[in-house]
């Protein structure tokens, strides 16, 4: 027996990056998965040939799309949303449409996507959202909007966890400091400047990532819940 043996899995943004780790990490685990992509195509259908599971696009900017993808693939024993970006810059220049699709992406899609779940899910069942170590502290300018969009996550696990604890289900949100992924590359321009941050003075594997999301998603942690979970070398300390 594996630890996800026969077990339903959603990874909500899994082609590539800390989604697709969390996808190999519950297939190797015995898992039955399913992921979403929206602009990935390739990856999505190599890394669904490669590991067995199931890709099916997804863009959780779109509300009604996401609880339907949620809805099809239930009922589920652990729902994860991964998907996410940032938007960088100054918050004077930015276009308001793109702050607000972030806002639907990185917030409305999570919400959503955990109540449609525990409204299927099996009791005992586990939500675990991808939030950031930004949540809980913005050492830069320029990234407003997603320090907001993970710090909200927070508020929603709090509430949840009140709503599904009734029924053993827990949500629970990882938040990642600096992980090398295309969207964070341990060699970009800003590795320097994070990495002083740091206790430990490196990237984060996406590796690293997906084995406390499995751990919190394991029999172990029944009792972790409306928490949050942050993983990034100090980086918040
Ligand atoms: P990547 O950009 O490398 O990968 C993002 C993944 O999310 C891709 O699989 C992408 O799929 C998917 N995704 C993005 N937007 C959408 C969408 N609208 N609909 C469906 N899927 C989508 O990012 P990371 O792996 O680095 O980040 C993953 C999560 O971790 C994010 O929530 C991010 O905020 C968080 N995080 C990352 C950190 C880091 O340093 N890397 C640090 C802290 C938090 P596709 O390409 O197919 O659209």
Not at 106 to 123: G, K, L
Not at 195 to 200: D, E, G, L, P, R
């Amino acid at each position: 027996m594996t630890a996800f043996q026969d077990k339903t899995v959603l990874v909500l943004g899994g082609s590539r990056g800390i989604g697709a780790a969390i996808v190999r990490r519950f297939v190797s685990d015995g898992a039955k998965v399913t992921f979403t992509f929206s602009g990935s195509r390739e990856a999505a259908e190599k890394l669904a040939a490669e590991t067995g599971s199931i890709a099916i696009m997804t863009d959780s900017g779109d509300r009604d799309a996401v609880i339907k993808t949620v809805r099809e693939s239930g009922p589920l024993d652990v729902l994860v949303v991964n998907a996410g970006f940032a938007v960088f810059g100054d918050a004077l220049e930015q276009d308001p449409d793109a702050i607000d699709r972030l806002f639907r992406v990185n917030i409305h899609a999570p919400y959503h996507a955990s109540v449609e779940a525990a409204r299927q899910m099996r009791d005992g069942g586990r939500i675990i959202v991808i939030g950031s170590v930004n949540g809980d502290r913005m050492p830069v300018p320029g990234m407003a909007s997603y320090a907001l969009s993970k710090s909200a996550l927070q508020g929603m696990a709090r509430g949840l966890a009140r709503d599904f604890g009734p029924r053993g289900i827990t949500i629970n949100i990882v938040q990642p400091g600096p992980i090398d992924t295309d969207a964070n590359p341990q060699h970009g321009p800003m590795r320097d400047l994070m990495h002083s941050f740091m206790a430990i003075k490196r990237h984060g594997r996406p590796e690293e990532v997906a084995g406390m999301v499995a751990w919190l998603a394991g029999p172990e942690a029944g009792f972790v819940t409306g928490a949050m979970h942050t993983i990034d070398g100090a980086f918040g300390a």
